[in-house]
């Protein structure tokens, strides 16, 4: 947060971390080494306008303009065929006009059905113009908590964030939903072909425990070693700022339409250049400018370097049935279970706790630290960090923690019997997703009074007007009446009872769950659940479901659970 810091080396090269009540102090006791050095790692426009805000007292948030331009240019071809948006696109990257066009949420809704198109239904998408503050407000509410859904990790944004212009908040949002859009074909269960990855010594398990952007790099050094050059990349910013790896890989990738010796024989921009051009050529998404690559941009860089992937992987695609077999062990192909694992591993996400993302519950929990960290944020205190293993290298190391989590999990009061340790470790979905599950219940109704099961039964009883449900599995919820009418006692505005069909087809069950859903969204309910849970009556999701209509009827959000810093943090 460059407005709370500002970073400075003195001349005895130590650095230091002071509050931007001292910029002048710094520049005074500094000189231009101090301020040359902070000031070094922007763009020429952004340093100019941090020298000037230094001087003037004004220090603010920045954002850069180069990503500003790429979005734009990526959202416009992403878009480009999407019907209704005529007075949104095409956005124009030199005005800068895509802060202006995504106050209303409109455009952004899109984006995220670009992203999963199950996310929001557009029934509940308040579109009739004007719109009023009001109708504004319930559209972001929507597409933020859809956003999360996504698997983005989106903390105190608000729909202020948008309508006050608040830009360089608005970017990081964009930049997380254009980032798994562009990766969303970087795993195994898209692209089985990426066994081909594998390292000598590797089974199909270590390749699925990879993030999508450390999937994406190996795929690039697998082509710059196929190519038989010595270059690998480690980054997508330094590393690739010349372009001669780009040059390589799309000449490995299609060498009838990409001559290597001819970008090479080029510098600087005019050898990007060339490498766009080829990137083109072979179908790549058309935004990136060269100043993009050769500013050594990582989030630019990394947006095209997925581009490039998802035209041409140029990896044999032909998978052996012997390694389908291998990679349906690893996947879980418990449908039910695999959404409870998405929920969840979005909920732990959306917590914002330090250093903590979740790409797989099953993989990212074996060290016992994220557990720990989670578990902490539940209930401040309980766990004694002294004893916990702070790099879990090994077996032993993991087993300890993870004792450690089944021991704070039963003075929570979890119900574990039959889990160990060793269960976490060894990757027991079945156990995992049973210790979990607990923890978010816990949170979720800690957050709503440290309610239990009944008392939110008793609530869901009290607002469903006229609707009695016997448990959070009753064959009544399938028609999502029960949410429309707790949705009315909250807010009679939201639901368009024209939309709501009656009767309990199948299409008709769908239809209603999505639409409940949205509507939920639109309070401003963080939602993880999936239409299919209301239609298969997972008591769990729907039990979150009720719970988070419950944190907005009684005026309490996610947000709240933060802790003391992050609240501190906040508030600043």
Known sequence: Y??????????????????VSWARRCVQETGTWGIYTYLSNFQLQTRMELLTQLITGEFKHTYSHEEVHAYSQLINSMLKSEQGLEEYLPLDPDTENIFERLEDGVLLAHLIHKVNPDLIDFRALNTKKPLSVFK??????????????TGATIISIFPETFMKNIKHMILGVIWQILKIWVLSQLNLQSSPYLVRLLNPGEEIKDLFKLPPEKLLIRWFNYHLEQAGTARR????????????????????????????????????????????????????????????????????????????????????????????????VVIDD???????????????????????????????????LVLLKVMERVQPGIVNWKKVEQNPNNRFKQITNCNMVVDIGKQMGFSLVGIGGIDIVDGNKKLNLALV?????????????????????????????????????DSQIKTSQVFFQIIDSINKDVVDHSIVQNGDSDQIIQNNAKYAISCARKLGATVFLLWEDIRDLNPKMIMAFMAALAQIEKGVHLETMLDPYEKEKKTE
């Open 2 to 19: 460059t407005d709370f810091f500002f970073f400075f080396s003195s001349r005895r090269r130590h650095t230091r971390f002071l509050p």
């Open 136 to 149: 504004q407000k319930e559209n972001l509410n929507l597409v933020i908590s859809a956003a999360k859904a």
């Open 233 to 328: 990349v480690k980054n997508l910013s330094e590393d690739v700022k010349d372009s001669e790896c780009y040059a390589i890989l799309l000449n490995q990738l299609c060498p009838s339409e990409c001559n290597k010796e001819e970008a090479l024989s080029l510098e600087g921009d005019k050898r990007a250049e060339k490498v766009i051009d080829y990137s083109k050529k072979i179908g790549a998404t058309s935004f990136t400018e060269p100043y993009h690559i050769t500013s050594g941009n990582p989030k630019v860089n990394l947006l095209f370097t997925a581009s490039i992937f998802n035209a041409c992987p140029g990896l044999e695609i032909t998978v052996t049935e012997e390694e389908h077999k291998e990679i349906s």
């Open 334 to 368: 418990d449908v039910e279970g695999s959404r409870e694992e998405r929920a969840f591993r979005m909920y732990i996400n959306s917590l914002g706790i330090e250093n903590v993302y979740v790409n797989n519950i099953h993989e990212d929990i074996k060290d016992g």
């Open 437 to 473: 599950w607990q923890l978010v219940k816990k949170h979720t109704l800690q957050v709503i009074g440290g309610w239990n099961e009944e008392k939110l039964l008793q609530w869901v009883n009290e607002k469903s007007g006229g609707i009695k449900l016997k448990n959070f599995k």
